[in-house]
């Protein structure tokens, strides 16, 4: 099989929002009146985002989920994206798998796979996605005010626990580890939240690094300071109750764990019921968490009201 017979085989489907898709030199999308085009890029790189031993259908599931997850935190509504691949070989068993968790997903969304590149290399996996978001509706980084609440969707730091589990840092029992292997693998992007958070958050971001890093860039563009609440915190994570962890350990896994691919949101305290109407209409359960004020960086706060020592930092390739 030759590179041409892979897209065909793999890749090529009749797209159907997209004016042309895979085949020619350049794909073809009908620009939509009132909307900006929200685009996004990651990339997954073999050992370093993944493991070898994955199941490929979870990974072709994740690689597009991640890329989603960015329109999620913008608002945007998926439309396409495009597959950049390096493969070290053509392995057949591989390409199905991995085409089947990125097809199921993509259909999930109506989103079309519109192009991509396909070259031979240490297995990485690019994705490009484009959504559309109403102009000026977009959400964005940098408007959270001091006095907003804090909130994050979805539950934290259980992915996390999979990855120290097969580092051999952590051993959980073997259902503990299903559940968090599987937020680890097959992470669900928050797209219908994002969506329905346009016009009642002030800011919003996905959190792809770890909480207090993810929440840190919307401070910084938003040049504020946060305090959160250990209390409020803490119940985040699903598979505590079945695993014998202090507190710290926790909020480690909380705050600093990774892999999360939550929302973290800011709204005004006199939305609070919209933010509830949001996460009732998208289905997707929300948890406020703290506060904005003025200054800068994250305090954590015990019951007291008293600042944590404890340090929480996040997920840097090239720390
Ligand atoms: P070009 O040489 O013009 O860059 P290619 O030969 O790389 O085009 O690709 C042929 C067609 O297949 C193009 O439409 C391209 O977008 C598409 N394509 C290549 N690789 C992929 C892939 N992994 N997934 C989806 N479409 C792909
Ligand atoms: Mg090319």
């Not at 929200?38 to 490929?56: M, N, Y």
């Not at 690019?126 to 979805?154: E, F, W």
């Not at 919307?218 to 202090?246: K, M, R, V, Y």
């Amino acid at each position: 099989m030759g590179e041409f017979d892979l897209i065909a085989r793999y890749f090529k489907r009749p797209p159907r929002q997209a004016v042309l898709g895979v085949g020619d030199d350049c794909a073809l999308l009908a620009a939509q009146p009132g909307m900006h085009l929200a685009l996004s890029t990651d990339a997954l790189v073999e050992g370093r985002h993944f493991l070898s031993t994955v199941d490929p259908v979870r990974l072709g599931h994740k690689a597009l989920a991640v890329n989603l997850s960015d329109l999620a935190a913008c608002g945007a509504q998926p439309r396409a994206f495009m597959l950049s691949l390096a493969l070290p070989r053509i392995d057949e068993a591989w390409l199905s798998g991995f085409a089947q968790g990125l097809w199921a997903l993509a259909d999930a969304y109506s989103c079309d796979l519109i192009g991509g590149d396909t070259t031979q290399g240490p297995l990485t996996i690019n994705i490009t996605v484009l959504g559309d978001v109403p102009v000026g509706q977009a959400l964005l980084r940098s408007g959270a005010q001091s006095g907003d609440d804090i909130y994050v969707s979805g539950t934290l730091g259980d992915a996390r626990v999979a990855l120290e589990v097969f580092r051999g840092q952590l051993s959980v029992p073997e259902t503990v580890l299903e559940a968090s292997r599987l937020r680890m693998e097959q992470p669900v992007p928050r797209v219908a939240l994002g969506i329905a958070l346009r016009g009642v958050a002030s800011a919003a971001a996905d959190i792809s690094d770890g909480l207090i890093g993810d929440l840190g860039h919307i401070l910084t563009a938003s040049q504020c300071g946060a305090d959160l609440q250990a209390e409020w915190a803490l119940p985040l994570l699903a598979c505590a109750p079945a695993l014998n962890l202090s507190p710290a350990q926790q909020l480690a896994f909380i705050l600093s764990g990774g892999d999360d691919y939550e929302l973290v949101f800011t709204a005004s305290p006199d939305r609070r019921d919209a933010v509830q109407a949001a996460a009732r209409a998208s289905e997707t359960c929300v948890t406020r968490i703290g506060t904005v004020r003025a200054g800068e960086g994250v305090r954590v706060l015990d019951a007291k009201g008293h600042a944590l020592t404890q340090r929480f930092t996040s997920f840097d390739h090239f720390a």
